[in-house]
């Protein structure tokens, strides 16, 4: 049995963990938690810094220790605290960026925390968690009847991107920015976000956001 603790960006993707990416791993014992940072005395998730996300593992990782460390962070918006930030944003290639990030985050988070490199799995996700619904827009577009007004425009976002991680970093280029505009009814993160996500499946996932695919492989080789 493998407890893994997952640190989520907000509430959309700890809803994501919780009922759409733990549930796969049971099976193996492989349990994950998904959790939210606190940013304030009553604010969670959100606003993650790398001295907050040090703090807590320092905390969780002597508080459980037998349990695995892993992130659910998003590219987007993450915050120029983190080590090399700056370096990693000079490589072209969003792949790259955050392989690079996910090794510096690796090896500063050992480093301060004290715990053995084996348990901490850094995971960051380009450019954020609402990439992946762009896997499959025509299941996405089955979670609100009137969202399949606007299949075609949506296939047009996907099919202007090599993959659903490529779309891309800016306010209003963002993926979730892109479906809070497009779709009416609204698109709303923490309600449609994990209900898409189970709607579209790991496996459609895995097969078209080969970054997000390496995350689950890892995780899955924990068993």
């Known amino acids: 049995m493998v407890d893994v603790i997952v640190f989520a960006e907000g509430q959309s993707e700890e809803q ?8 796969s791993l049971r099976h193996q014992r492989i349990y994950l938690k998904a959790q939210t940072l606190k940013t304030s005395q009553q604010g969670t998730g959100g606003a993650v810094t790398f001295d907050r996300l040090t703090f807590y593992a320092r905390n969780v990782l002597r508080q459980y220790p037998n349990a695995v460390l892993s992130t659910f962070l998003d590219l987007y918006g993450l915050d120029t605290d983190f080590p090399e930030f700056h370096e990693a944003r000079r490589q072209a290639e969003v792949t790259s960026r955050v ?3 996910e090794a510096a985050l690796h090896r500063e988070v050992v480093a301060k925390v004290g715990c053995q490199a084996e348990r901490f799995i850094p995971h960051i996700q380009p450019y954020e968690f609402e990439g992946l619904l762009f896997a499959d827009v025509t299941a996405l ?17 996907r099919d ?17 920015r892109r479906l809070e505009a497009l779709l009416e009814p609204r698109y709303r993160k ?5 209900l898409a996500a189970g709607r579209i499946t790991l496996a459609v996932m895995e097969a078209e956001c080969l970054h997000f695919r390496t995350w689950m492989e890892r995780l899955r080789k924990l068993a």
């Open 16 to 23: 994501f963990i919780k009922q759409v990416v733990a549930p």
């Open 99 to 101: 392989a690079r990030l």
């Open 141 to 157: 577009c089955e979670i609100e009847p009137r969202w399949k007004n606007y299949l075609n425009k949506l296939r047009a976002i």
């Open 160 to 176: 202007a991107f090599p993959t659903p991680e490529h779309i891309n970093d800016s306010f209003e280029t963002k993926p979730s």
């Open 190 to 194: 923490t309600r449609h976000g994990p």
